[in-house]
DNA sequence: CGAGGAGCGA
DNA sequence: ACGTCGCTCCTCGA
């Protein structure tokens, strides 16, 4: 079994970013982390809890919420880790053996057409192919040449069919190197189980991240990718029930917004990209699939703060196109341009902006003199809060989660989280038990925590804030790709 | 061993 | 200049 090393307060939120727990350590305590046995490091732990200036720096800004969830988190995706999914190590081989016999033959296939043996993993030796043998032309450039990615690689592909069959090739080995490979490396020999290790306060807006095995980016779709996602099985006797926030983050920009429209259409149960589709195109007696698909896609951007220029390239279409969406859209669900305005100020004025729970992310570009590095700045201000109180409200979740199984003394475990997503390993008799307790707590988790909401965030004009309702989606099945 | 390119997820 | 947050694989050159 792996070590868990959770020296949590590894990187402690008051300082995030800047400050991580080793040195913490040394500040407070005058001693090398790194040095101490995991005995002593746990005595320092303890110490940095029972400091008082840490604490009352806590209060004063208004993180104690915040603390104590971080705090409870260390044990909870500890046994998490520990327990682990269980993977079915046989099926996974045998599918890259499909792969593998897959990639041979394209590879082989490219090797005739060209007349040349050269390595397909190299990206350099593909430029070769591509912009000097055979001539074709470069369409976009990066630090060290002529890209080759697959936005420059399907352009080249609706005239030459050697791009294509390097994409084809691409897919299965990125599927074969990262996820058969990878996965059965990480595989534990004696109970078949794969044991991923969570940073809680690895990233720059409070979501999780999961590292060695990366268990958050499994592939997700048809073919070879489903197949993997269904290597992950349940322990015996057991199903895999997997349950998952709908359109979390653009319930939270309603909320963090205030926006009517957006609200309305989140009461009424509404399809929200046809709802922005029929802003979008307002002359339309019907929407389109094609159009519901561009509004899905603006949706979406405006969360990342997007431009004309970016919807374009994601949209293929003309940036002054792309730009109407964003400008209609902005039109239309107004309050949302006024909460970022209003976001962006505070951010510029304080030099960090906050989560509905006082989650911080310190952000000082934001008055930098380069307009580049502003306006990177300005999209990590608007995606933040977006994006920290979603990581904000599953942590509560699933810490109401693992209460209620200790309560209850459930046999099922919580084993996997995937930023709007949790997996559970349970018995068959418990079932019911937990679709239960999973739907009630993550759908009213704002109705647990609301005492924990810190409304000046919200940027309220008077009125009380209005909260979306909070659906959630639950599988279940034999394995991770049948529960989804 | 690290930088760069590429690609997987939410 | 060009949409956020991550992790891992590979190549290539120090």
């Given at each position: 079994m792996k070590y868990i090393d959770y020296s949590i307060l590894q990187r402690l939120l008051v300082h995030r970013g800047k400050m991580d727990f080793p040195a913490l350590v040394y500040r407070e305590l005058g001693l090398v982390y790194s040095s101490l046995s995991s005995v002593e490091q746990a005595h320092a732990l303890e110490q940095i809890h029972s400091n008082g200036s840490l604490l009352e720096e806590i209060k004063e800004k208004e993180m104690q919420a915040i603390f104590e969830i971080e705090t409870d988190m260390i044990s909870i995706l500890a046994r998490m880790e520990e327990i682990g999914v269980r993977v079915d190590a046989k099926k996974l081989t045998s599918i890259g053996k499909e792969i593998v016999q897959k990639m041979t033959h394209i590879e082989a296939e490219i090797f005739s057409n060209v007349g040349e043996v050269f390595n397909l993993n190299s990206p350099k030796q593909i430029q070769y192919i591509l912009f000097e043998k055979l001539g074709i032309k470069p369409l976009k450039k990066n630090k060290t040449g002529y890209s080759v990615d697959t936005e420059v690689l399907e352009e080249i592909a609706k005239s030459h069919d050697i791009a294509r069959s390097i994409l084809e090739y691409r897919l299965l080995a990125k599927l074969n190197s990262t996820y058969i490979i990878g996965l059965s490396k990480a595989i534990q020999k004696e109970t078949s189980t794969i044991h991923t290790t969570y940073e809680s306060l690895g990233t720059s807006t409070g979501r999780l991240s999961s590292n060695d095995?990366?268990?958050?980016n499994i592939p997700t779709g048809d073919g070879y990718a489903e197949e993997i996602k269904s290597c992950f099985i349940p322990r015996k006797g057991n199903i895999l029930m997997v349950a998952d926030y709908s359109q979390i983050e653009l319930r939270i920009l309603a909320l963090l917004s205030q926006d009517p429209h957006l609200l309305e259409a989140f009461e009424n149960g509404e399809d929200i990209h046809e709802r922005t589709a029929r802003f979008l195109f307002p002359n339309e007696k019907t929407i389109s699939q094609d159009q519901r698909r561009i509004a899905k896609m603006v949706n979406f951007g405006v969360i990342y703060g997007i431009t004309g220029f970016g919807l374009a390239k994601t949209l293929g279409c003309s940036p002054w196109e792309a730009g109407r969406y964003v400008d209609a859209f902005y039109e239309k669900y107004s309050r949302v341009g006024e909460y970022y305005d209003d976001l962006v100020k505070k951010g510029e004025e304080d030099s960090y902006v906050s989560t509905l729970f006082g989650r911080r992310r310190y952000i000082s570009s934001l008055t930098d003199a380069n307009k580049t590095l502003r306006a990177a700045a300005r999209r990590e201000a608007i995606n933040m809060p977006v994006q920290g109180t979603a990581a904000d409200i599953l942590k509560f979740a699933m810490r109401e989660i693992a209460k209620e199984i200790k309560q209850q003394n459930l046999k099922g475990s919580m084993i996997l989280q995937v930023h709007d997503e949790l997996v559970f390993d349970i018995p068959k008799n418990e079932q019911e038990t937990f679709q239960e307790i999973v739907r009630d707590i993550m759908e009213h988790i704002f109705d647990t925590v609301k005492d924990k909401i810190q409304t000046q965030n919200l940027f309220l004009k008077g009125e009380k804030p209005q909260f979306p309702p909070i659906l959630v989606d639950i599988g279940v099945g034999e394995n991770w790709a049948k529960a989804k």
């Open positions: 095995p990366n268990l958050q």
